[in-house]
């Protein structure tokens, strides 16, 4: 089992003036996104946007984006006919397939003056070329009681349950809201991202992670990680990689 921790001030940091972006991988420039991933997941970014700001109409083919607001409002709109406002619990999955344009912003006024803070990640699919699709669910609910659950899947193990479907069988993202001393069991997977979005927690056998810290994880078996304070966390469990 491999376990590497990426401290929060080692991810990449990119600035436009209105966008700040944390990104677990580079991803603003001329990067090679599958060359840099871990598993299948090649960018994962923790943006904060101001009000009035965003990213104005722009085109995606062949990616999975799965979106997660931490705090704010996203406005999301696509030429096919999908829009909606997104807020804290509520996760959005849009698949490109062969192509889709969309625009994302602030939801926020600007007299409300909030700012979006919103973490972004995207994956490949298993297959190119379908029809592109957008879903949403608020896990509000689910969440309240701390337990790690499915948000976004592809694994035959999560039909039936609430997760909203990703078109990539190998992955699921879950999410969970521990509570100060409460603890949470990541499953096994041949490759993990753990993302502390909130608060801080103990990992067992690597020590304490605090809000915006993440761990690459290969070959592990379950682990184990308690809550040292209100926390917020997102773990991608990944059964293929690039390289595979």
Known sequence: MILEV???QARHHWSDGSVTSAQSFPAT??????ANAHGVL???NEDVVDTGAGFDTHRHENVEI???VLEGAVEHRDFN??????TPGLVQRMSAGRGITHSERNASTRAEDVAAHV???WLPPDGDGRDPSYAEHDFTDEL???QLIPVVSGRAGHRGTTALDIGNRFVALHAARPRARQGVTLPAAPFGHLFVARGAVELVGTGRLDTGDAVRTTDADEIA??????????FWEMHASFDL
Request: hydrophobic share 50%.
């Open 6 to 8: 990426i401290r929060d």
């Open 29 to 34: 420039g001329n990067f090679d996104l599958p």
């Open 42 to 44: 090649m960018v994962h």
């Open 66 to 68: 799965v979106t997660w």
């Open 81 to 86: 006919g999908n829009s909606g406002i997104l």
């Open 119 to 121: 973490v972004q990640m």
């Open 144 to 146: 309240a009681g701390g």
């Open 225 to 234: 990680l308690i809550a040292t304070d209100d926390a917020e966390i997102l």
